[in-house]
């Protein structure tokens, strides 16, 4: 079966009330759905990690945190560490999106230093990737990509290969409403899959490559239905509580029907 996972990622939005109102709209859409094969995963700011644990415990749907620092403890003023989301039952990390390369200074040295140590932490990272508009223009797509894997993924052991999310989102298809053509993000998340199996000598049919960009009810059906697409990062979308489900929904249908 081909593998999906949904993530939302609450980004900078949510209050108490917002979040809890949105966790609960989306669990009650998915308690009623007569099946789930996909994954279906929160990633709300870290001050609603809890209250929005409360409520997904024990059901289909993940927990996930937009970022972490790679120290366990320490020095760090105003940052979050692995044991510290770790007992909040997170299961997902996000890092490195380009929100934090571009507004925060997080290189690809920082990012790998991250995904080692959730990989460290048996959490699953799923590590952001993707071109600038004037990358894109000067046909340096998969020079980038390549950079960006070549030093996130380095030092990571075969053994861990299957328990890596990549996310490819394209910067310019971030927040714009432009999302990348089918076309587009099918070529990329081939060539991210091609990469992996040489990166790690295995097959790299398993690894969810979720695509990340104005993903939304209206182009979810045809991105999701590409052969190298395994679901999606969502940001303003997954805000809209009808909306993301309605993507949730989409997506199970393209898995029962394969
Ligand atoms: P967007 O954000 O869906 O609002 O474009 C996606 C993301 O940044 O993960």
Redesign the pocket.
């Known amino acids: 079966m081909k593998k999906m996972l949904i993530a939302g990622?609450w980004k900078m939005n949510t209050n108490l009330f917002e979040a809890q109102k949105l966790a609960e709209y989306v669990l009650g859409g998915v308690k009623n759905m007569p099946k789930v094969n996909i994954e279906i995963l929160m990633c709300p700011p870290y001050t609603n990690l809890q209250s929005v644990r409360d409520i997904v415990e024990n059901s289909a749907i993940y927990l996930g945190a937009q970022n972490c620092h790679y120290e366990p403890k320490g020095a760090y003023t105003g940052e979050i560490s692995l044991r510290m989301l770790k007992q909040l039952d997170v299961s997902y990390v996000i890092v490195g999106?380009s929100e934090r390369r571009q507004y925060f200074g997080e290189t690809d040295e920082i990012i790998n230093k991250k995904v080692k140590a959730v990989l460290e932490y048996d959490l699953t990272p799923i590590l952001c990737i993707g071109e600038t508009l004037q990358e894109r223009e000067a046909d340096k797509t998969f020079d980038v990509l390549k950079t960006q894997l070549d030093i996130g993924l380095d030092g990571i052991s075969k053994e861990s290969y299957d328990r890596i999310v990549i996310a490819y989102?394209p910067v310019w298809?971030?927040?714009t409403g432009v999302s990348a053509s089918s076309e587009q993000a099918q070529e990329a998340h081939k060539w991210i899959r091609n990469y992996l199996e040489n990166y790690f000598q295995e097959k790299a049919a398993d690894i969810i490559i979720l695509y990340?960009?104005?993903?939304k009810p209206s182009n979810c059906q045809e991105l999701l239905s590409q052969e190298d697409i395994n679901g999606g990062?969502?940001?303003?979308?997954s805000l809209d509580p009808e909306s993301f489900f309605e993507i949730i929904q989409k997506a199970q249908k393209i898995v029962e029907s394969l």
């Open positions: 990622n999106h989102e298809a971030i927040g990340g960009g104005s993903m990062l969502i940001g303003g979308a």
